[in-house]
């Protein structure tokens, strides 16, 4: 009895240890209709805050950093009117935030500076880190953060590029690849009540 109690715990927690190793994607903002608008809420698994798609092609707004930035095609993303904008993890637990493209969408020499938290974006800051980018291509920032939830993105700085119709600090944002952890408690609490239950029957029945 105790082994069939010690093979089925250990049955349930490998379970929960194989859902909380999700294989890393890669968030293309390609799916999306890429004509400015809101990234919807839940896309990839995630919650989106002043972010927006665009297919530069489509939209009219080449030449520009949205144009000279597609690492796949059609679409990007971008900072809606410029603004401080969050991704977080719409379920329970942490990712890893791995890789990304990113570029100025008017401005040359533009500022972006990264955060990542624990708890949401009024939590535990984990990590921070500032880069410079341009419009004439996209530039891969290698983060590596684990154990976070929100992600916070804020542009500034930078000065116009000669010739494009556009103005302002929108960044532009393509391929973002993170490795999402979901929090596998409720297969943990099944297997603590399930070991409990049988422990507590072999207590009341020795013989058996």
């Known amino acids: 009895m105790k082994a069939a109690i010690v093979g089925f715990t250990g049955l349930v927690l490998l379970c929960a240890s ?45 030449p520009s950093g949205y144009c000279n930035a597609i690492v796949s095609s059609p679409n990007v993303a ?47 800051k984990l990590d921070d880190t500032t880069f410079v980018v341009d419009t004439s291509g ?25 010739g494009y119709a556009g103005a302002g600090t929108h960044f532009v944002l393509d391929n973002l690849a993170v490795d999402t952890t979901p929090e596998p408690t409720s297969l943990m609490l099944l297997a603590t009540g399930v070991a409990a239950v049988a422990l507590r029957r072999r207590r009341q029945n020795p013989a058996r």
């Open 18 to 62: 194989t859902f909380a190793s999700a294989d890393p994607i890669t968030i293309t903002f390609d799916e999306l209709p890429g004509n400015i608008t809101p990234i919807p809420n839940g896309y990839q698994g995630f919650n989106w805050s002043s972010f927006g798609d665009l297919n530069p092609l489509v939209e009219n707004t080449c």
């Open 78 to 124: 971008y900072n809606a009117r410029g603004e401080v904008a969050f991704m977080s993890l719409a379920g329970e637990g942490t990712f890893t935030l791995n890789h990304g493209y990113f570029a100025g969408a008017w401005n040359d020499g533009l500022t972006i500076n990264v955060q990542g938290f624990a708890g949401g974006a009024t939590g535990t």
């Open 138 to 162: 996209p530039t891969l920032e290698t983060f590596n953060w684990s154990g976070i939830d929100t992600v916070r993105f804020f542009s500034f700085g930078g000065v116009p590029h000669p």
